[in-house]
Each structure stands twice: as C-alpha cells, then as structure tokens.
C-alpha cells in the first residue's frame, strides 16, 4: 500500500539552526501539507502545497519557514532558525485531488530544539 | 469560524462498550468531516468520514451520526476493544481546502 514517508524521524537540534525536514508524499498525489502536533495537543495546520506553490498557510507559518518540491517526489520543511518552542512532531500529508478527501499522513518527524 | 471543538477530552469505557466522541464545527463552507486514529508515536490515520449528503455512515464496528442542522458529528465505537485504546480526532475541511482537526479525545478501553 502507497504511504508517505517522512526522514528523520528524530532530530535534536540547537536553538538558531537551521532544520530540514523531508517528506516523499504518494506518487499520484497533488496537494501536499505539513502539520504539526506539540506533545499531547491537537494536529495544527501548518502549510498547504498545490502546482508548485503554496496554496494556504496558517498563522504558525511564519517568515522562518518555507516548503520547497525540489524534485518530482520529495517535499521540505525548512526551519530557517529554529526556536525552543518549534519542538514538536512535524507531519507530512498528502491528497490525491481536490475533491478526494482523504489526507494521507506520514509517520511523523520528531523535533527536538535545545 | 474554523474552529471544531471536541469532546471529552478523555474516556474511559469497558471492553465490549460503546465509545461515544462528539464534535461541533461553525463554518459551513465543511462539507468532509473525517475521523482519525492516532496511537502514540504515529501518525493519524483515516478511520472513516463523512460527507453532508448522508446521516450515518457505518464501517464495521464504527458509526459516524451527522446532523447537519446542529453542525454536530459523533464517532460511536461499538463492542470497545482494548486494542481501540487510542487517540481520536475529528476534522472537517472544505472542497480542496485544508483539514481542521479537534482537539482531540484519548479513549481507554479496560478489561
């Protein structure tokens, strides 16, 4: 069965680095999405993907961050300088169409700021 | 306006009960309401959804009610198992837009 494949699955860090977290989202899929989820609390929206641009962002997504599809198959999340409280799980998603409303999501990548 | 609010937060419930989640939106705009499972350390992972043309939805052993009018969902967890013992979240989203989960209810299921 197709799935969504995030690396690493750990990272630990220092505060103000630089972090890359990526995803190889299922092959036939259009619309990708990063959400991430603090330690016991609720699935937050991050950013949403389509033909090459970003198509919604949520107020978390700030200036230090972006997304790229550098390639046909992997999609990133860059921390440009990472904050304590950017420690979280980071989930990859993606969607085959517009109108087909299952979001498929990945095992997650866990990170860690100190 | 995009809220969802879920509720309880946790429940406890027998092996062999039901498991009864609640979930309230406010835009109007949804029109895919889905429910997810997600055991610790993992992913969320689709358990079943619902789309506003239908009332009820059931798969095995998991129903989703609607009630468009209300702007209420529920997921029911007939014969709870142990193994159901996980966290549950509701979510809602529009035509192509982004999903927005619930906070979220973390089920016990006890022998």
């Known amino acids: 069965e197709p799935e969504v494949t995030q690396t690493p699955s750990h990272q630990v860090t220092q505060m103000g680095q630089e972090v890359i977290l990526r995803c190889v989202p299922i092959s036939n899929h259009l619309y990708f999405y990063w959400y991430r989820q603090i330690l016991g609390q609720k699935v937050e929206f991050l950013v949403s993907?389509?033909?090459?641009?970003?198509?919604?962002k949520s107020e978390i997504f700030d200036d230090q961050f972006s997304v790229e599809r550098p390639d046909g198959s992997n999609f990133t999340l860059k921390i440009r300088s990472t904050k304590l409280e950017d420690s979280a799980m980071y989930f990859c998603?993606?969607?085959?169409?517009?109108?087909?409303?299952?979001?498929?999501f990945g095992e997650g990548s866990r990170l860690t700021v100190l | 306006q995009q809220q969802v609010k879920q509720s309880p937060q946790s429940l406890i419930v027998q092996k062999g009960g039901i498991s009864i989640i609640n979930c309230a939106y406010e835009?109007?705009?949804?029109?895919?309401f889905p429910w997810y499972q997600q055991f610790p350390g993992k992913g969320p992972a689709l358990l079943i959804a619902i789309r506003p043309d239908v009332s009820e939805k059931k798969e095995g052993r998991f129903t989703i009610s609607f009630n468009k009018s209300a702007k209420q969902f529920s997921l029911h967890i007939m014969d709870s198992q142990p193994g159901d013992s996980a966290t549950y979240f509701c979510?809602?989203?529009?035509?192509?837009?982004?999903?927005?989960f619930g906070t979220g209810t973390r089920l016990q299921v006890t022998l």
């Open positions: 835009n109007t705009a949804f029109d895919y």
């Open positions: 979510a809602a989203s529009g035509t192509a837009s982004k999903l927005t």
């Open positions: 998603a993606s969607r085959r169409g517009a109108n087909t409303g299952e979001l498929f």
């Open positions: 993907f389509y033909n090459n641009e970003i198509s919604e």
